[in-house]
């Protein structure tokens, strides 16, 4: 408990003069209601939790996804389609040389050619046998051109679904092997999110806002699976956390994947565990908690991340060490009152002439 007093009009404005040298001095026109009141506050040290140990990354991503390889080693010949392009399924994305290719389906082609030659000339013989291997050297003729043809084609690599480019991993010249990755894109026009949630708040099939940088959406709840492991630190805040998978509408074309999510869950700030009876509500209908901080009375937002049984919560805001936390005052104190210990040596007054 903090036995503190209310300097005197005289003090504050000696005080008001200081601010314009000493930011450590604050000058409030509250202080006109409080002077010459006796103020007891009760306060207690603050334990403060470092909050990296619960930020995991949480971004948007496509709901479909996919790398476009390289069906065989080869060299770059031509890329059609920078990172950020739309295109439609079908559309030629790269391709790869096709020099060797061309010159095997010529020889299929002249082989087709010569088989169909052979089968004209036995077509009058008498010899069954003869006749029954120029059809078996066409057919395998044939089925060589279709080959060809075939590895031509997969040399033109081509957008397998309708979607964005994200990302082109190679350039014109360079060799690849084959499955190496030579692309990555996918649809955007849903996007989906893994976001901790408290499982006792979130239903499959709810709407769900969450901030996307500064842009509030909402998210479908597809799902709602255990935790994951990346995330698992956040049980330590709340009991019943789990992973609920959301599905954004990206029609519009708004969103992009990568983009950072924010989760009310996910501290930004330091935690710390305090009693509920120190939660007040702010104007703007959020919640904070006051704290005496270099002997000034300062009131600062926080997010109650979960609660520790019925009369504890953890708490997360912009707080120091070395703030004390105000548990109760005999009288309301506004925010930026700046109080002294009364067992300490109350400053002269500077009386004005």
């Known amino acids: 408990?903090?036995?503190?007093?209310?300097?005197?009009?005289?003090?504050?404005?000696?005080?008001?003069?200081?601010?314009?040298?000493?930011?450590?001095?604050?000058?409030?026109?509250?202080?006109?209601?409080?002077?010459?009141?006796?103020?007891?506050?009760?306060?207690?040290?603050?334990?403060?939790?470092?909050?990296?140990?619960y930020q995991v990354p949480l971004i948007l991503e496509a709901t479909q996804s996919i790398n476009v390889s390289a069906p065989v080693d080869g060299v770059v010949q031509i890329i059609n389609i920078k990172p950020g392009e739309t295109v439609l399924n079908q559309t030629e994305l790269l391709r790869l040389d096709t020099t060797r290719q061309s010159f095997v389906l010529e020889k299929a082609k002249a082989a087709l050619r010569a088989a169909q030659l052979r089968v004209e000339a036995v077509s009058s013989s008498s010899d069954a046998k003869a006749k029954s291997l120029a059809a078996s050297e066409l057919d395998v003729a044939k089925a060589d051109l279709n080959v060809a043809e075939y590895d031509l084609r997969s040399l033109l690599l081509r957008a397998p679904i309708d979607g964005t480019v994200f990302r082109v991993l190679v350039q014109p010249g360079q060799f690849v092997k084959a499955g190496e990755p030579l692309m990555s894109m996918g649809n955007t026009e849903k996007l989906v999110v893994q976001m901790p949630v408290d499982r006792n708040n979130v239903k499959v099939g709810a709407n769900l806002?969450?901030?996307?940088?500064?842009?509030?959406?909402?998210g479908l709840v597809q799902s709602v699976l255990p935790l994951s492991k990346e995330q698992a630190?956040?049980?330590?805040?709340?009991?019943?956390?789990?992973?609920?998978?959301?599905?954004?509408?990206?029609?519009?074309?708004?969103?992009?994947?990568?983009?950072t999510v924010y989760s009310p869950m996910v501290p930004r700030y330091p935690v710390m565990e305090a009693a509920n009876v120190v939660l007040t509500n702010?104007?703007?209908?959020?919640?904070?908690?006051?704290?005496?901080?270099?002997?000034?009375?300062?009131?600062?937002?926080?997010?109650?991340?979960?609660?520790?049984?019925?009369?504890?919560?953890?708490?997360?805001?912009?707080?120091?060490?070395?703030?004390?936390?105000?548990?109760?005052?005999?009288?309301?104190?506004?925010?930026g009152t700046l109080v002294q210990n009364a067992v300490q040596a109350i400053p002269q007054p500077v009386f004005e002439n």
């Open 209 to 218: 806002e969450i901030a996307v940088e500064s842009v509030k959406v909402t």
């Open 1 to 53: 408990m903090q036995l503190a007093v209310l300097f005197s009009s005289a003090w504050i404005r000696a005080a008001r003069r200081a601010c314009v040298v000493s930011a450590a001095v604050v000058c409030l026109s509250s202080f006109s209601t409080l002077w010459g009141q006796e103020l007891i506050i009760k306060r207690e040290p603050i334990t403060l939790i470092n909050p990296t140990r």
């Open 282 to 335: 702010t104007p703007e209908g959020g919640r904070k908690v006051q704290v005496l901080r270099e002997n000034v009375v300062t009131d600062v937002p926080v997010t109650v991340l979960g609660p520790i049984g019925p009369e504890r919560s953890f708490l997360s805001g912009p707080l120091s060490e070395r703030d004390l936390l105000i548990i109760s005052t005999s009288v309301p104190v506004p925010h």
């Open 233 to 259: 630190a956040l049980r330590d805040l709340v009991e019943s956390a789990a992973t609920a998978e959301l599905v954004i509408d990206n029609a519009q074309g708004k969103l992009s994947p990568g983009q």
